[in-house]
């Protein structure tokens, strides 16, 4: 296995840029890594290894020439599978787009490929992004490089399971409800959801519209922080996209003092219900953060005990609007029942073979939320409860810099554990959704290994809207303090792969 791979992408990219490595190198150390791999981790539903090493050897040869190029050049990267690109399938993770290759790209994908990023190729999520774990995915579960036998994290396991198991140096992910974040504390790397508006959701298979952001997957913070300054910024496309710039992450992530820095602990999203051994770990962050100067203050978000409930009323309303497109009329599956083929019967016949048990189920619930008779009563009640999350959080924002809290209540569990029980599935999400309703930024870092299990925890950062920087200077910080504690990163500590180690 080359020691390529275990790089970060800041390492790449200095070592390419000083010539001691070429980008064809990098690019094909981690596509040999993907061939080795790949059939266990199923991280990937698409290798686009052609179109990568074409765009590396161009890198290469600007780069020989004495060209200036874009400071991630060369560096390869995943993408998940819900956002478009014209050289490759884009499935959604759904049967319903079973090889269909979009028009355009999205343009987080033409920003990457304006920074001369060779893409690697599609990552494996939940079906449409619906889940918390990839078992909702139509072209099977991607797994755990920690232990294979467990989830990555969902929606965008594919992602968190292609970066900690060194198959790419950065990916992109989507974060509906912290579908960036959760996968990232279970699998030991850095996942982070900006600002709503912040990075454009344009060439985004949408699942909730008001909820949806793009965002990085890394190994560290600084490597979500230059992914980050590439992929945000203004685009006239998405209509809800920030006129203005956030500045650079990368800077942020440079200052690592929180000396005189308020850090609110949410009184809700601690102790009970939470493992041991997560708890225990997110104490120890706070002790770190208490010693290097913080003052470490409790808020009350008394709303949270009711953001699962507002999320599971509002996603689904938004989604069974979103996915009303797929009709089998524009594009995607058709399925042709037998006798009399009127576009009501071939619709219900495309969309029943097509959509998986879990888009089906939120279909309906959203459908119904909306129905004469309920909307107010449902999910008018939960954009009422949605303003006052929000409330909550301002309240909070008034007390602390930054909030903090365990990103998820346990770490990675098995493959079944919870597939037959949608309510425990969707608890896995109790610290990250009030971000996605508020539309604030959020960030997981790795925090240590649980005791009864010696899996990876996280750490869940908040910051207000437009603040994400604070996201990137407090993460910096705890990372670094983290690694002195522990001798080595956490992404270190993970076994090696028994397949193509």
Request: with cysteine; aromatic share 6%; glycine share 10%.
């Amino acid at each position: 296995m080359s020691e390529l791979i275990k790089k970060n992408a800041a390492e790449l990219v200095s070592l390419m840029a000083s010539g001691e490595v070429s980008s064809v190198e990098v690019t094909q150390a981690h596509l040999d890594r993907i061939a080795a791999v790949n059939g266990t981790l199923n991280s990937y539903l698409h290798v686009t290894a052609d179109a990568a090493l074409k765009v590396a050897a161009d890198v290469d040869r600007r780069r020989a020439a004495g060209e200036s190029l874009p400071k991630l050049a060369g560096l390869p990267i995943a993408v998940k599978d819900n956002l478009t690109t014209t050289d490759a399938p884009t499935t959604a993770g759904s049967k319903i787009l079973e090889g269909w290759v979009p028009q355009y790209d999205a343009t987080v994908v033409t920003k990457l490929r304006n920074e001369l990023m060779p893409i690697l190729g599609k990552t494996n999520l939940d079906e449409f992004a619906m889940g918390s774990s990839t078992e909702f995915s139509a072209y099977g579960p991607s797994r755990n490089p920690w232990d294979t036998d467990r989830i990555p994290g969902g929606s965008g396991g594919g992602s968190s399971s292609a970066v900690a198991g060194f198959t790419a140096p950065l990916a992109i992910g989507s974060d509906t409800g912290g579908s960036i974040r959760f996968p990232g504390a279970v699998t030991g790397t850095v996942g982070t959801k900006p600002t709503y508006g912040a990075v454009s959701r344009y060439g985004l298979i949408a699942l909730a519209s008001s909820l949806d952001q793009i965002g990085p997957v890394s190994r560290n913070v600084l490597d979500a922080a230059l992914l980050q300054d590439v992929i945000a910024g203004h685009d006239p496309h998405d209509s809800t996209s920030l006129p203005e710039s956030l500045g650079s992450m990368a800077e942020a992530a440079a200052n690592r003092s929180v000396a005189g820095m308020r850090i609110g602990v949410i009184k809700q999203l601690t102790g009970a219900g939470f493992q041991p051994g997560v708890q225990a770990r997110f104490d120890d962050s706070l002790a770190l953060l208490a010693k290097n100067g913080a003052e470490i203050v409790e808020v009350d978000c008394p709303s949270f005990e009711y953001a699962i409930a507002a999320y599971y009323l509002i996603l689904p309303a938004e989604a069974s609007s979103n996915l009303a497109k797929f009709d089998s009329v524009r594009f995607g599956l058709r399925v042709t029942p037998e006798g009399n083929p009127t576009i009501e019967r071939v619709m219900a016949a495309t969309r029943e073979a097509g959509f998986g048990p879990e888009v089906k189920r939120r279909i309906i619930l959203g459908t119904y939320a909306l129905s004469s008779g309920y909307y107010d009563a449902y999910y008018g009640s939960a954009q009422k409860v949605r303003t006052l999350i929000q409330r909550d959080l301002a309240a909070a924002f008034s007390k602390a810099d930054v909030l903090v809290s365990p990103t998820a209540p346990t770490t990675a569990f098995k493959f079944g554990e919870k597939i037959d029980d949608p309510l425990a599935m969707y608890l896995n999400d109790i610290a990250t959704i009030p971000a996605n309703l508020a539309g604030i930024p959020g960030m997981s870092i790795p925090n240590g290994l649980a005791d009864e299990d010696g899996l990876p925890s996280g750490l869940q950062i908040l910051a207000p809207a437009r603040e994400d920087a604070r996201l990137y200077k407090v993460g910096a910080a705890l990372e670094a303090w983290h690694e002195e504690v522990w001798g080595k990163r956490m992404i270190d500590f993970a076994p090696e792969l028994k397949v193509g180690a």
